[in-house]
């Protein structure tokens, strides 16, 4: 049973050059932004950037991990407030997701609100989420 102020343990993810491609392939999303330096340059950026919608599934992963098996997403939104930088490096670059359960509703549900963070600082803002409990 979640209880306001649970919180959700912190859990990382790695993003790599390779992942931004393979998320290219699935998305259809092959903006140069995401994997050509001088084109990320060009348009005033610092470098490659991680595309917003992986950096939003990760945080939806992680919060489906915490929920366990059966609960359910029922609601789910967020802001991009600061692009992720992806070196090209086998490291890549490193995101960490955690939040606090807020609300418990009278049907069972949970609002949560999530952090997501690359190198200390907030990638996505006001990034929550209702959880439907396990039938």
């Known amino acids: 049973m979640i209880r306001p102020g649970d919180e959700l343990p912190t859990r990382t993810f790695r993003i790599t050059r390779e992942d931004l491609v393979r998320y290219a392939a699935a998305s259809g999303d ?8 001088s084109r990320a ?15 939003m599934g990760l945080a939806a992963t992680a919060l489906t991990e915490w929920a366990g098996p059966g609960a359910a997403v029922v609601e789910y939104g ?12 086998a490291d890549g670059v490193e995101i960490a997701v955690d939040g606090t359960a807020g609300e418990v509703r009278e049907d069972g549900s949970v609002r949560v609100e999530l952090t997501v963070r690359c190198a200390g600082r907030k990638v996505l803002a006001r ?9």
Do not use: C, E, K, Y
């Not at 340059?41 to 950096?55: C, D, E, N, T, Y």
């Not at 967020?78 to 490096?89: A, G, L, M, Q």
């Open 78 to 89: 967020t802001r991009f407030s600061r692009p992720v930088i992806v070196p090209d490096t």
């Open 41 to 55: 340059s060009a348009v005033g950026l610092p470098g490659v950037i991680a595309h917003g919608m992986l950096s």
């Open 30 to 37: 092959h903006n140069p932004i995401h994997w050509s330096d």
């Open 127 to 135: 990034t929550r989420a209702v959880l439907s409990p396990a039938p």
